[in-house]
């Protein structure tokens, strides 16, 4: 069974770059083109929003609201992949979590906490 994990600063300060990774054990991020591995956020008092994902051959697809300042990458030797927001606000304070998505989000994280604060 397919096992996620985020690791990231739980304080970012305002116009800085949140950088968060996901390590996924129990199976490979390369391994099948159908998976989408996705970063989501859940805002305090709010509903989940997609940020957006990558898939194993590298293909990417982000939120247009977010697209601008938004970028995944993946390490294929550590079978991780990356979130990297830029210029973040007290707006972008989250809990922030990564998920595999096939036809349904099917394996998640438990979530990291970040806080966009001076």
């Known amino acids: 069974q397919v096992q996620l994990q985020e690791l990231g600063p739980g304080l970012v300060k305002p116009s800085q770059t949140l950088s968060l990774t996901c390590t996924v054990s129990?199976?490979?991020?390369?391994?099948?083109?159908?998976?989408?591995w996705t970063w989501i956020r859940q805002p305090p008092g709010k509903g989940l929003e997609w940020i957006g994902y990558?898939?194993?051959?590298?293909?990417?697809d982000y939120s247009p609201a977010l697209k601008s300042r938004t970028s995944i990458s993946r390490d294929t030797s550590k079978n991780q992949f990356t979130l990297q927001l830029s210029s973040v606000t007290p707006e972008d304070t989250a809990v922030y979590y990564c998920?595999?998505?096939?036809?349904?989000?099917?394996?998640w994280g438990q979530g990291t906490q970040v806080t966009v604060s001076s």
């Open positions: 990558i898939t194993s051959t590298g293909f990417t």
């Open positions: 998920a595999r998505r096939q036809y349904e989000y099917d394996s």
């Open positions: 129990g199976g490979s991020i390369t391994t099948s083109t159908h998976y989408h």
